[in-house]
């Protein structure tokens, strides 16, 4: 029978088994999966659908195969390494939660996860929480970051999981589909997730009773199903986001305003870093680019993980 992934521990999984009863269960992944993804630290994650076997004899459930997903958000595990970790899989949204201060936003770290989701064909969204912390100068700083990202097709949400500030307009947003909130670590996803979703942790009690942990510090990505057809997977804060190996034409198409300039370039396999008669160089000395997000391209290009 098939399951939905709710939650993943290297080996076992919490699984949710798609028929009318709806029951929650552990299951142990057959060796064979585990071989078939050396390069994963993870086979499966929040958001699979699986194939579940009941074993009567013994009373437990196991893995036996995963579905093709749709999509999936992936990081490398450090810059470093070689194996991958899968975040959630068949999603519909990617909604990056960070905070102007308390950590500090890094436009670098956001375009990481801005370029990953854009590769796999995810949407993303940005969101700046905190909002009620903000002075006249923090408000015109986090317009600013606005204009950046509407000119690089990623929407920005102002909100605040304290006072409510925007909560309303999030939380309509997120009724369709499965979204995956992610990024740094104390931007505060799981307060906001609580504030968009206030009867949540209750009605996710027996999840977290089977994984062994509170509800209240996000230790492994947990997918809460919000309403019919609507799923919200939480993940926990990142404090790195390592790039896959992508090519470095690949880096420039997505990233929306330089695929766009890119073909007014003199050579048509130019890097946008160094060649002469560049016009995504020339389009931000004149401002058309924002230098932000122009340098964050040439970090990942560089495959620097220093966050601009």
């Not at 080996?11 to 929650?24: F, K, Q, T, Y």
């Not at 078939?36 to 994650?45: H, M």
């Not at 006249?136 to 970051?145: F, G, I, K, P, S």
Request: proline fraction near 4%; include cysteine.
């Amino acid at each position: 029978m098939k399951g939905l992934v709710l939650e993943s521990h290297g080996h076992r999984v919490l699984a949710r088994i798609l028929n009318e009863e709806a029951p929650v269960v552990q299951a142990t992944l057959r060796g064979k999966i585990r071989l078939q993804k050396l390069k994963s630290t993870n086979p499966v994650c929040c958001g699979d659908i699986v194939e579940l076997c009941y074993n009567q004899g013994t009373g437990d459930w196991t893995v036996e195969s995963v579905e093709d997903r749709r999509n999936h958000m992936v990081r490398k595990a450090t810059n470093l390494s070689k194996q991958t970790h899968a975040l959630a899989a068949n999603l519909d949204r990617v909604w990056m939660v960070c905070s102007l201060f308390e950590p500090r936003f890094s436009g670098g770290f956001a375009d990481r996860i801005a370029l990953t989701a854009a590769a796999f064909g995810i949407p993303c969204h940005l969101v700046l929480n905190k909002s009620d912390r903000w002075t006249v100068e923090d408000r015109n700083l986090a317009e600013h970051w606005r204009l950046v990202y509407a000119d690089a097709g990623i929407e920005t949400w102002f909100c605040s999981a304290l006072n409510g500030d925007g909560i309303p307009e999030l939380a309509e947003a997120m009724k369709q589909g499965t979204q995956l909130l992610t990024g740094y670590s104390g931007a505060g996803k799981s307060s906001l997730l609580n504030a968009l979703f206030p009867g949540l942790q209750a009605a996710t009690g027996a999840i977290s009773a089977y994984s062994g942990k509170g509800t209240h510090t996000t230790t492994a990505a947990t997918l809460y199903e919000t309403g019919p057809g609507t799923a919200v997977i939480d993940s926990p804060g990142i404090k790195e986001w390592g790039i896959l190996d992508l090519q470095p034409y690949e880096i420039a198409y997505h990233f929306r305003e330089i695929r766009e300039i890119a073909p007014a370039c003199r050579f048509p396999n130019c890097s946008h870093s160094h060649e002469p008669s560049c016009a995504v160089q020339e389009a931000v000395k004149e401002g058309r680019i924002h230098s932000e997000r122009f340098l964050s391209y040439l970090s990942i290009l560089a495959n620097d993980n220093q966050y601009n």
